[in-house]
């Protein structure tokens, strides 16, 4: 079939755009539903039509800005698009630099973290009738502290407490989207893994890591 037979057949001009093309095609299949090789010659004068429109546009010979595709889709940014508006700009108006920490800053953190989560270790592999306070009861309390201590050494870079804030919500976040992936992999309530018998153990534990990281390494 040649361009213009396809023309001739949906009724529409050389300059026509795709919605043009589109309605064209649309209006003539109704009026011919039962006529199946009709039908097949429409579709046919649509594809050569449709072909012909894109060679065009990769030639850079369409400057019909209207032309467009049915298959193709506006592209839409993943992640904020669902996001307020009010936190998007938030987010984007707050550069976040990665930068290698002191000695001094490396040995503090290591160590307060580290003891949070020998603390967090030790309370999910206590056997629940050890107290009031085992379980998914000490993480929680693990994770405020570990929560102020964030903001306490990010504060100690000059950084402002809504930056603070922040990046120390994205820590907890992240940490918490592997933890919960790593705890449904291990599911340490149907097996104890190392005598640890809480899924929220593990979770903080990879919170925990996850905010030692961004105190230690972003800005």
């Known amino acids: 079939m040649t361009v213009e037979r396809a023309l001739k057949l949906l009724g529409v001009s050389e300059g026509a755009s795709f919605d043009d093309i589109l309605r064209a095609k649309n209006a003539v ?7 199946m090789e009709a039908a097949s010659q429409v579709e046919a004068a649509y594809d050569m039509l449709l072909m012909q429109r894109l060679s065009q546009r990769r030639a850079g ?5 209207n032309i467009r595709y049915a298959d193709i889709r506006p592209i839409r940014s993943p992640g ?14 707050i550069p976040v630099s990665v930068e290698s920490p002191s000695t001094n800053s ?7 973290y580290g003891a949070l989560m020998v603390l967090t270790f030790v309370s999910g592999s206590s056997p629940a009738s050890a ?3 085992t379980g998914a ?5 693990i994770l405020a502290t570990s929560f102020g201590a964030s903001l306490y050494f990010l504060s100690k870079k000059r950084i402002n407490l809504g930056k603070a804030a922040v990046i120390t919500i994205g820590g907890l976040v992240v940490g918490a989207a592997i933890g919960s992936g790593v705890e449904q992999w291990l599911q340490v309530d149907v097996v104890p893994f190392y005598g640890i018998r809480s899924p929220a ?7 925990l890591f996850s905010q030692f990281l961004v105190s230690l390494y972003l800005r």
Do not use: R
Not at 106 to 112: C, S, T
């Open 29 to 35: 299949l109704a009026s011919c539903k039962d006529d």
């Open 61 to 65: 010979k369409v400057a019909n800005g």
């Open 80 to 93: 904020t698009g669902a996001w307020p508006e009010w936190l998007q700009k938030t987010v984007k108006n």
């Open 106 to 112: 490396l040995g503090i953190q290591a160590g307060v």
């Open 131 to 133: 107290g009031p306070y």
């Open 137 to 141: 009861d000490v993480p929680g309390l």
């Open 201 to 207: 153990v593990i979770v903080t534990e990879l919170i």
